[in-house]
Nanobody, 118 residues
Framework: QVQLVESGGGLVQAGGSLRLSCAAS????????MGWFRQAPGKEREFVAA????????YYVDSVKGRFTIARDNAKNTVYLLMNSLKPEDTAVYYC???????????WSQGTQVTVSS
């Protein structure tokens, strides 16, 4: 059974930083892609950032490029989302997920709230 336990959300002022962590168990972490997604109130869930299964290639939605960084520690089975220069429009519930086949995510975390005040 794959489990993803997320932490690190909270309230921050615009321009501030947060780091989200997602600890995985039940799967050989280093063999799978990992992604971060978010869902704001009244909006559909959107892709934020991801690692390819090789762990080499990263992907970002345009709105976070240059501000967010996805990182992983295979020894700790943990993926991180480092968020800098946060904006009110980054306010959402953030989820991490494992990618079993390209573009398909099969296991999801419980979600953590990120609120950016103006």
């Amino acid at each position: 059974q794959v489990q993803l336990v997320e932490s690190g959300g909270g309230l921050v002022q615009a321009g501030g930083s947060l780091r989200l962590s997602c600890a995985a168990s039940g799967r050989t972490f280093s063999s799978y892609g990992m992604g971060w997604f978010r869902q704001a109130p009244g909006k559909e869930r959107e892709f934020v950032a991801a690692f390819s299964s090789s762990g080499i290639t990263t992907y970002y939605v345009d709105s976070v490029k240059g501000r967010f960084t996805i990182a992983r520690d295979n020894a700790k089975n943990t993926v991180y989302l480092l968020m800098n220069s946060l904006k009110p429009e980054d306010t959402a519930v953030y989820y991490c997920a494992t990618e079993d086949t390209p573009g398909h995510y099969d296991y999801w975390s419980q979600g953590t709230q990120v609120t950016v005040s103006s």
